[in-house]
């Protein structure tokens, strides 16, 4: 693809763009306060894998940072969520995400019809061996490199990802950007960090029903192939911000032992093959014999 996909901040050393709260031309605004990252364009479409998520319509989608140690329950998010956008004085509805990362640490990054913002943290990475050891299914329970108690009070990273498109795609191709921006982001997360994921990861899609018409968002479509730029860059660029600034001390665990929190899936699955329908074994036996005949 030759169009490069341009990084958007809120400033800093490396020179990328400000992010400023006023329409870009990809019809995206960004803003931050308050520990929440709005994205907004009106009369999106979204489809959210994060908390209460599903398929909505509206002008906004956010990203939430919540402290360390946070902890609430289904029934209370809801009002958790309110207080915080109202606090904010955001007052339209919309996907929400949540997570443990500064808000300072989200980056953006446009390439042709899409936007992308990121946030990246990885002190519950998620490790997928591929010659696992054997195991049992988790109980929900985080591993940890410590015995200490005093730790599950500590930050929770997560790489959450809001995607915006300016076209409109049919309900799969909408479907499958989910698929695109995970793929792209497991795939950028080994590269950087030599996991795939953590434990907590969302994504937030969007598309403009009136926009130009795209019935899919592969790989090979102008949609997605912006979509997976977007996310790589996006999200290299916030794991920069988290992990390379001399503000921090904050560094990625090279495995899930050496992490705060994570989990290492060594459970191993059994390999099954689809069962042949009974005229599929006679057709393969008739032709058998049709064969020693001649």
């Known amino acids: 693809m030759s169009e ?10 490396d020179g990328e763009a400000e992010c400023e709260d006023e329409a870009r031309t990809t019809g995206f605004e960004a803003t931050r306060t308050d520990g929440i990252l709005r ?7 979204w489809l959210s894998t ?43 509805s919309g996907p929400v995400l ?3 990362v500064d808000l300072e640490h989200a980056r953006g990054a446009v390439c042709g019809p899409v936007t992308v913002y990121a946030t ?14 054997g195991g049992t299914l988790p109980d929900g329970r985080l591993e940890g490199g410590t015995d200490d108690d005093s730790d599950q009070e500590g930050e929770l990273g997560t790489v959450n990802l809001v995607v915006g498109t300016t076209r409109a795609l049919e309900a799969g191709a909408l479907a499958n950007l989910v698929a695109v921006a995970a793929e792209a982001k497991a795939a950028t997360l080994l590269a950087e960090t030599g996991f795939a994921g953590t434990t907590t990861d969302a994504i937030v899609v ?23 730029a977007c996310v790589r860059e996006a999200v290299r660029a916030s794991l920069r911000s988290r992990y390379e600034s001399r503000e921090t001390d904050a560094s990625i665990p090279e495995s899930v032992a050496d992490a705060k929190y994570g989990v290492s899936t060594d459970v191993r699955a059994e390999v099954v093959r689809p069962r042949e329908r009974e005229r599929e074994r006679k057709r393969k036996r008739d032709h058998g014999h049709d064969q020693r005949e001649d």
């Open 39 to 45: 994205v907004r364009r009106p009369g999106t479409e």
């Open 206 to 228: 969007g598309h403009d029903p009136d926009g130009p018409p795209s019935e899919f968002s592969g790989s090979a479509t102008a949609v997605g192939a912006a979509t997976r």
């Open 4 to 13: 490069e996909a341009r990084v958007e901040t809120d400033g800093g050393e």
């Open 98 to 100: 949540l997570t443990g």
């Open 120 to 133: 990246a943290g990885i002190s519950n990475p998620a490790a997928l061996p591929m010659e696992p050891s």
């Open 50 to 92: 994060g908390w209460n998520g599903g398929r909505s319509s509206g002008p906004a989608a956010y990203n939430v940072s919540v402290p360390g140690g946070w902890a609430c329950d289904d029934r209370s998010i809801d009002a958790y969520v309110a207080d915080r956008l109202e606090s904010a004085g955001f007052e339209a």
